[in-house]
Structure formats: structure tokens, C-alpha cells
Nanobody, 118 residues
Framework: QVQLVESGGGLVQAGGSLTLSCAAS????????TYWYRQAPGKQRELVAS???????NYSNSAEGRFTISRHNAKNTMWLQMNSLTSEDTAVYYC????????????WGQGTQVTVSS
């Protein structure tokens, strides 16, 4: 059973930067696609960015150009570097790891709060 723990959230002023981390334990993420999601108050959880085990990266429109997702398989860790933050980025950020082949495995972290003050 893989456990994911996010860290790095906090309060930042608009225009500032934060880097979130997601550390995995209990198993290797090397064969997983890993994701960052976020959920703002009163809104649905949305995908922010993803990175496959092979390094293919995708971003949401809102993240493109401002956020950078990365991972280090040997360290079993992934990151989300966020720049030029706005109040619209205020949300709880979650990491997720999913193995898409049988047996499918899907793990979520507990989330970390990011608050951007304007």
C-alpha cells in the first residue's frame, strides 16, 4: 500500500511562488503516472498537471506556463513548482499516483492548502 504525503503548502502573496512536494512510501512510483489536482472551495476537484513514468507531461490551461511538474523516481518524490500565483490558485492541492495496467492501483495524498492573498 503506497502512501502519499504532500507538503509545501502555505500562504503566499499574489505574484509569488511555492513548490509543493509529494513523497511516497510503501512502494515505488516508477511505474505510475503521477498527478497534481486541486480543489477550491465550492468547486470540483480539477487536474492541474500530470507526468507519466516515461516523463510525458501535461498541464491544464490554467497551469501552462506558470507551473512545472517534476518527479524523481529514485527518490520516490514528485513536485509542483508554482509561479506567478493568483488568488484563483487558492485551493487544496492533492497528489495522485495511478498505475494504469492490471491490477490498476490508485492512490491519493491527504492534500495541502495553498492560499494566495491578493
Amino acid at each position: 500500500q503506497v502512501q502519499l504525503v504532500e507538503s509545501g503548502g502555505g500562504l503566499v502573496q499574489a505574484g509569488g511562488s511555492l513548490t509543493l512536494s509529494c513523497a511516497a512510501s510503501g512502494g515505488s512510483l516508477s511505474s505510475f503516472t503521477t498527478y497534481w489536482y486541486r480543489q477550491a472551495p465550492g468547486k470540483q476537484r480539477e487536474l492541474v498537471a500530470s507526468i507519466t513514468s516515461g516523463g510525458t507531461i501535461n498541464y491544464s490551461n490554467s497551469a501552462e506556463g506558470r507551473f512545472t511538474i517534476s518527479r524523481h523516481n529514485a527518490k520516490n518524490t514528485m513536485w509542483l513548482q508554482m509561479n506567478s500565483l493568483t488568488s484563483e490558485d487558492t485551493a487544496v492541492y492533492y497528489c495522485r499516483a495511478r498505475r494504469h495496467y492490471t491490477p490498476v492501483l490508485d492512490y491519493w495524498g491527504q492534500g495541502t492548502q495553498v492560499t494566495v492573498s491578493s
